[in-house]
């Protein structure tokens, strides 16, 4: 059946590792195109560990080239551009300092000296005696390390130099839709405004004030925040086919992209597993209160008002790849090269074997997590039954489920009427031995999600306020 004028959307994802975009049709929701690449984005910081920053212009070229690769004569037809990223993390750049787009080819671009690089929701400068001499924030959502407004106050105290050469700031998904409308004021939604801190949900305002006696420079944030589904503005050339004049929503958290394409029903969670791991549903009635203490659930905005309960654990598909690394360099110490893929698929054979199953446990928080930022890892329940290479990786996939169930647990989605978990993420998708241990410790049915869901849901949320 031939495709009407006017019957699609862009979805862009712009993932920690990886960008993705969909073409949407709208006659039926359902993908006709897609297209992903790795970012390669990742820079080493100056602070070893604790840095954790990426180069924008890799990020914006990897959007590039995968929209340059979607077909023409769909993106013709495209109506309506939904944009997501990754929550918490901050880029800082000067306005009005686009590279001049010399031909008629509209292009992504940043001037490298314009822009700072983006310091993500990994990044770890500011520990928890920093964070103790922030100001108390009225807001429900408490500060952490990897969040736009920490990191703000960190430059601000250890470079204010830094905070000089810059104008505007943004999440990274912010800059891209900056940049298709042509932009110069950051417009931003509650949803990323509030992965930031200080920033009061119900009034969609930034504590200023509060911030501003502080010592930080608030004429950097954005001014314009809106809600979920309204528009920042329209395409301000044609990209690659598009039309210009196409209304672009304004960019929304991935997070809440992702469970927007996922779930079907209010009986239902959402399990993501890929960098790091979530699980969430949405809270049919919550309201925002004060901060007293920090907690393992926290609540974000997600559409027409509502919230998301979500339990947002620093330690997910990252430790099981640092577990892979490891393997890989033990080998090459011994004088042997083995393919990444290669250990993969030997360890999810073993792990998934019953066999596998061990007394062994282990507390696989490497990174700590925000609401226990000084928690570290841990193996107990070691016998000589226990150190085969199959029980150690089980042992870590319980683990990082384990970690998930003690932030939110069982009863708890059975108190609030949940019947069935949706999954989704790489780090889950992939490992049948990470799926195991969730019917294990749920012992709810588990439905798997696909890759790109993050991309839908950006897409879904231009349609559902069009």
Known sequence: MTQQKGDFVLGIDLGTTSVKVIILSTNNNQIVAKQTKDTQANVPSTLGIEGNKQDVPKILSAVHNCVSRLPKDLLKQVTKIGVCGQMHG?????????????????????????????????????????????????????????????????????????????????????LVVSLLCGNDKVIMSTQNAASWGYFCTEEAKWELQLMSDAGLPVKLLPQTILHPGQNAGQLIKSWFGIPAGVPIGVALGDLQCSVLALLKGPEEAVLNISTSAQLTYVHPSYKPGACDKLESIEYFPYFNGKYLAVAASLNGGNILATFVKTLQQWTMDLGFSVPQSKVWDKLISLGKEDSSISTMEIEPLLLGERYAPDKTASVTGITLDTLHLGSVFRSLCSGVIRNLHNMMSQDLLKEKGIKRIVGNGSGLVRNTVLQQEVLHWYKLPLELGHSGDAALGAALSAIINK
């Open 90 to 174: 901050i880029a800082l750049w000067k306005t009005g300092k686009k590279l001049d787009q010399s031909d008629n080819t509209f292009k992504l671009e940043f001037n490298k000296e314009n822009i700072s690089h983006l310091y993500t929701w990994q990044d770890g400068r500011c520990d928890i005696n920093f964070l103790n001499t922030l100001p108390k924030s009225k807001s429900h959502l408490p500060i952490h390390t990897g969040y736009g407004c920490a990191t703000l106050f960190w430059f601000a105290k250890h470079k204010p130099e830094k905070l000089q050469i810059y104008d505007t700031c943004g999440t990274v998904q912010d």
